[in-house]
């Protein structure tokens, strides 16, 4: 089993919705929860860092940490056709963030 | 602001024949150095990671190997390919030290034939 699942879509939603991503882990002692987002092609950007449990807003997107559970989610409001990419969550025991292990992504695509 | 260069963004390579893949980064200093590949539909495999000129962590074992000349150059190589090496391979830097976020060049996609 691997220590981070994330179901890999694909995604199809239409424009205005909004978008859940989500991803489960085993690791208890992940501390660090990121969300990258990757273009077709290109290499993937940080949307947003967390540390432990709770939520963070910045603009369009949330992301949610349950350790208890062991789940955190990306929610994306008003999604836009520009939001179409591929989505992976990351996480880490501490802060290096390059030893962090990786989902292995959730596409989605926006239609106008 | 700081930037990373990885080269070249594509390869067509023929089985034994060698790799250099190369990244630098701009705009800072000491950072962590870091090579993954990413399998298509797949997430990222840490390959290497280095915090210092001639420092290399090798996480998994394999056909290739990593090199630091330079604060901010880090190259990938390979003597001899092999057709499991095709991939894309993504170089990234993260500040040094304990520092959590990590930036991702534009990636390689290699084909070995």
């Known amino acids: 089993q691997k220590e981070v699942e994330q179901d890999p879509g694909p995604l199809s939603v239409p424009e205005g919705a909004i978008v859940s991503l989500n991803c489960t882990y085993s690791n208890s002692a992940f501390q660090y929860f990121m969300w990258y987002r990757q273009y077709s092609r290109k290499g993937p950007e940080l949307l947003m860092y967390t540390y432990s449990s709770g939520n963070k807003e910045d603009g369009r997107f949330t992301a949610q940490v349950d350790k208890s559970s062991k789940y955190i989610s990306l929610f994306i409001r008003d999604s836009q056709p520009s939001d179409s990419a591929t989505y992976l969550c990351a996480m880490s025991v501490n802060t290096n963030a390059g030893k962090s292990t990786f989902g292995d992504g959730t596409t989605l695509t926006v239609k106008p | 602001s700081q930037t990373i260069h990885q080269w070249p963004a594509t390869l067509v390579q023929p089985v034994g024949s060698p790799l250099s893949l190369e990244c630098t980064v701009e705009?800072?200093?000491?950072?962590?150095l870091y090579w993954y590949r990413q399998a298509a539909g797949r997430g990222l495999q840490l390959l290497f990671y280095?915090?210092?000129?001639?420092?290399i962590s090798s996480e998994v074992p394999q056909n290739l190997s990593a090199s630091r000349p330079q604060d901010r150059q880090f190259i990938l190589s390979s003597k001899k390919l092999l057709l499991s090496d095709s991939g894309f391979y993504l170089c990234?830097?993260?500040?040094?030290?304990?520092?959590?976020?990590?930036?991702f060049g534009e990636g390689s996609r290699l084909t070995v034939l």
């Open positions: 280095s915090v210092g000129i001639g420092q």
């Open positions: 705009g800072t200093s000491n950072p962590n």
């Open positions: 990234a830097w993260s500040p040094g030290g304990m520092a959590g976020e990590l930036f």
